[in-house]
């Protein structure tokens, strides 16, 4: 495969909707992803929903990027009047009808890799979505608890080394996104698994 073709990344952004537990640096943090994802020409997903990934695709759309949300009402309605979800700072908003359980596979599922950022048990839902589906991960480290409860997970998964390559831990939203880039970009050029990226 030429190396030269355009290479279209989806890069799907998980971080809490409820975000009182974060910090402000967490919400300055997602909106850098944001940023990073788009000024690296690639598509941003999230869940159509508030929060980490809300602030993300804030980013992404400052940037001059496009975010697709995946909502997890069966219509526009139920978005908005059921979930209470915003409309905003999305180029694409699909409706699942999964609620979000089912709504965050298939987002994942959709996704080239997953950034993972201060979240709660739906972003660690989506980790391990991700995981199971062999996709790259980012994980964001910060202040807050959930790069340690990922660390914690993998240290006592039993399967970690099926993922040597492909898990990023990062503080930096900009080369996190970047080393993401670097992976996705050698897997679709080769077919193969990133074994270089540290």
């Known amino acids: ?12 952004v998980s971080g809490a909707a409820e975000t009182d537990f974060c910090n402000e640096a ?7 992803i944001g940023q990073a994802i ?3 020409g690639c ?8 929060g980490f990934p809300y602030w993300a695709a804030k980013g992404a759309k400052q940037a001059g990027g496009q975010v697709v949300g995946f909502s997890p009402a069966i219509s526009e309605k139920e978005h908005i009047n ?9 180029d694409v908003i699909i409706y699942t009808g999964f609620g979000y359980a089912g709504r965050n596979l298939i987002l994942t599922r959709a996704a080239d890799a997953v950034v993972v950022g201060c979240g709660r048990i739906g972003t ?24 340690e409860v990922v660390k914690f997970v993998l240290e006592h998964s039993h399967r970690a080394e099926e993922m040597q390559g ?5 503080e930096d939203p900009e080369v996190l996104v970047k ?3 670097d992976i996705i970009r050698q897997e679709k050029l080769t077919g193969g698994p990133a074994t270089d990226v540290k």
Request: glycine residues 4%; charged residues 25%; aromatic residues 10%.
């Open 1 to 12: 495969m030429s190396e030269n073709r355009t290479l279209n990344i989806q890069m799907c």
């Open 26 to 32: 967490a919400l300055r943090a997602a909106e850098a």
């Open 38 to 40: 788009a000024k690296n």
């Open 43 to 50: 598509t941003m997903l999230d869940g159509a929903t508030t």
């Open 82 to 90: 059921w979930y209470h979800l915003p409309l905003d700072y999305h």
């Open 124 to 147: 660690i839902n989506e980790f391990t979505h991700a995981f199971e589906d062999k996709k790259p991960i980012g994980v964001l480290t910060g202040e807050w608890e959930t790069d």
């Open 166 to 170: 492909k898990i990023v831990f990062e």
């Open 179 to 181: 080393k993401l880039v």
